[in-house]
Every structure is written in C-alpha cells, then in structure tokens.
C-alpha cells in the first residue's frame, strides 16, 4: 500500500512554544490530507482536513489559530502546535486517502508530542 | 448525534480461537464500513472494508460482516495468533469527509 511519513516520531517541547509536525506522502500525491488526535484509550478525533491549495476545514471545537495547517504541495502537509501547553500533549497521526476516491486512508506512524 | 460504539474495550482469547469484536452504529447511513488495526504507538493500518450491499467479506483469516438493518458490523479473525494482538478500529466515512472511528477493541491472544 501507500505510504505516508510523519516527522519527527516524537517531540517534547516547553509550555508556551510551537511545534511544526510534516506529513508526507511517499508514493502518492494527496490533495488532501487528515489530521487527527488520539488521546490514551481514546478514539481518533479528526481535527481537520488539510487541502492542497486552500485553507483547511476544522472540525468543531478545534481552534484554527492554535492548529495552523499548511498545505503547501501535493505531498506535504503540516500542522503547527502554537503556544503549546501540557493539555496538548496527544498523539497526533495523519492520513491521506487511496487515489480514486475516499475509501481506504493510509496513516503516519504519529507523532507522539509531549508538552512539559 | 452519529455515534459509533465498540461495545468491549479489551478482548482476551487463546491461541487457536475465533476472535469477534463489534461495531455498533447510530444516526448514520454509511455507504461502507471500514476496519483497521492498531498497535501501540503508532498509525492505524487498513485491514478490510465492506459496502452496503455486501453481506461478508473475507482476507485470509479474516471476515467482516455488515448488517445494515442492525446497524452492525462483525470483525472475526480466525486461528488467532499472538501476534494478532492489537487494537481494532470500526471507521465509517462521513459524507465528502474524513473517517469517524470507534473507540476500538484492544484484542490479546495468549499462547
């Protein structure tokens, strides 16, 4: 299948400073591109959808000035934790569909973000 | 609200025995339903999906069935083996949209 990268795999950070996480996809181009959030025991929580091109699409109670998405080609797309805090310490994983429509996703390994 | 439930958190089984886990659904009328596997740490990993007007669908040592009536899909794996031991995630797409996954059931096969 497909494959998509995250970098870095982990991050630990003050409180109060950004955090740039990239999502790649390898082998495949991806309009667009999936970003969600995973607490321990917990489910994924999509936060946004990242497109190519144009601003991304956050899903409610997600604040876009704290999660900035860029899109910026067509196999990179990055999320930007600004001013971090402790509660924002999470999994963060992302994903792009399978070409020809919005079936099958191919996830990043994540990236485990630890704010002290 | 569209809800999606995995109604056992943890599933502990044998070596050689049939694993089932659940995924309920309400308030959602999804044209396919998706399963993927989990292990910690890291990203999920597409297993199998099954359409709306698929009954069973079948990979290997696994079977997923899609009841739409019930709202219900069933993930069997059969001859379990530990390395079979992950989370599974339900997922359903929303329209036009990402997926909406369950809370997942974490599996444990012993030898």
């Known amino acids: 299948g497909a494959v998509v990268s995250q970098h870095p795999s982990r991050v630990i950070c003050k409180s109060g400073t950004s955090v740039k996480i990239e999502c790649r996809s390898l082998?495949?181009?991806?309009?667009?591109m999936f970003w969600y959030r995973q607490f321990p025991k917990q489910s994924l929580m999509l936060m946004a959808t990242?497109?190519?091109?144009?601003?991304?699409?956050?899903e409610q109670g997600v604040e876009k000035d704290k999660f900035l998405i860029n899109h910026a080609s067509l196999t990179l797309s990055t999320l930007t934790v600004t001013s971090a805090h402790p509660e924002d310490s999470s999994f963060y994983i992302c994903?792009?569909?399978?070409?020809?429509?919005?079936?099958?996703?191919?996830f990043g390994p994540g990236t485990r973000l630890t704010v002290l | 609200s569209q809800k999606i439930e995995q109604n056992s958190e943890a599933l502990n089984i044998q070596e050689g025995k049939t694993a089932t886990l659940t995924c309920n659904y309400t308030?959602?009328?999804?044209?396919?339903l998706q399963w993927y596997r989990q292990d910690p740490g890291r990203g999920p990993v597409f297993l199998l999906l099954?359409?709306?007007?698929?009954k069973e669908k079948r990979k290997e040592r696994l079977k997923v069935t899609f009841d739409t009536t019930l709202k219900q899909s069933l993930f069997h794996i059969t001859a379990s083996q530990p390395a079979d031991s992950a989370t599974y995630l339900c997922?359903?797409?929303?329209?036009?949209?990402?997926?909406?996954f369950g809370k997942g059931t974490t599996l444990s096969v012993s030898s």
């Open positions: 990242s497109n190519e091109g144009s601003k991304a699409t956050y």
């Open positions: 308030n959602y009328s999804p044209a396919y």
């Open positions: 994903s792009a569909p399978s070409s020809g429509g919005y079936n099958e996703q191919f």
């Open positions: 099954i359409r709306e007007n698929e």
């Open positions: 997922a359903l797409r929303r329209a036009g949209t990402a997926l909406i």
């Open positions: 082998d495949f181009q991806a309009t667009t």
